[in-house]
C-alpha cells in the first residue's frame, strides 16, 4: 500500500504595495515651537528734580523785644530780592554780628578759631548750603575743598553764615529756592548731581 504525502499548498506572495508600505521608513513629525518674544524693559525712572540755588546775602542781625532771640535776615543777592528771615541763638547772634562786621576779638573765638584751623590744613569753603526746613529748623552743610577733595559736612546755619563770613574772602551763601516758596518742611536733595548752582561754581576762596 502506497502512503500519499499531502502536496504542500505554496503560500500566495504578498502583494508589493504592501511591502513598501510597511518597509518604508515612517518621517518624524516636525513640531513648530512658538517663542514669544522677550518682554520690553520698563524706561529708567525719572531723576529727581534738581534744587535751584539762590545767592544769599546776610541783610541784618538784630534782636526785637520781647524776643531773646535774635533773627537774621538773608536777602537774595538778585531780583525779586526775597527775604529768609530765622531765629538763633544769643551767642551765634553776637559772633555773627561780629564777623559780618569783620570785627576780630582780642583771643580768637571758636568760630575765627576754626577757621584759622581750616587755613593751616589747607581746607577751603566752597559754599555754605541752605538745603531743606524740618519742623522749622534749617538745614545746612558746608561744602569744602580739602586737599583730598571734595567734601560736604552737616551743620547749623548759624555756623555756617559765620565760617563762610570768617573765610578770608567771604564764601557765598546759597539757599534753596524752595525755602523762600514753602513755608513747611523742606526735605533736601540728596543727589551729588545737584553739586553747583545754576549761576555756575561759587567762587573758591584762596
Known amino acids: 500500500m502506497t502512503d500519499v504525502q499531502p502536496e504542500a499548498t505554496a ?6 504595495d504592501v511591502i513598501s508600505e510597511t518597509t518604508a521608513p515612517v518621517a518624524e513629525a ?4 512658538e517663542i514669544e518674544p522677550a518682554a520690553p524693559h520698563p524706561p529708567p525712572p525719572p531723576p529727581p528734580p534738581q534744587p535751584v540755588f539762590r545767592v544769599m546775602d546776610v541783610e541784618d542781625v538784630s534782636m526785637d523785644l ?3 532771640y535774635p533773627s537774621v535776615t538773608l536777602v537774595e543777592a538778585e531780583p525779586p530780592m526775597r ?3 530765622f531765629p538763633v541763638g544769643l551767642p551765634e547772634g553776637t559772633a555773627m554780628a561780629q564777623a559780618l562786621r569783620r570785627m576780630d576779638s582780642r583771643r580768637p573765638m571758636t568760630h575765627e578759631l576754626f577757621m584759622h584751623v581750616l587755613q593751616q590744613v589747607r581746607i577751603d569753603v566752597i559754599a555754605l548750603r541752605l538745603v531743606g526746613r524740618e519742623e522749622g529748623n534749617l538745614l545746612a552743610e558746608l561744602d569744602l575743598m580739602a586737599p583730598a577733595g571734595r567734601v560736604r559736612v552737616d551743620c547749623r546755619p548759624s555756623d555756617g553764615i559765620v565760617l563762610a563770613l570768617r573765610m578770608p574772602v567771604p564764601a557765598p551763601i546759597l539757599a534753596d529756592e524752595r525755602l523762600l516758596e514753602e513755608a513747611g518742611d523742606v526735605v533736601p536733595v540728596t543727589d551729588d548731581a545737584a553739586d553747583d548752582p545754576p549761576d555756575g561754581d561759587p567762587p573758591t576762596a584762596p
Do not use: N, R, T
Not at 30 to 33: A, S
Open 11 to 16: 503560500e500566495p506572495a504578498p502583494d508589493a
Open 66 to 68: 520781647p524776643s531773646p
Open 83 to 85: 527775604l529768609l528771615v
Open 30 to 33: 516636525q513640531v513648530e515651537v
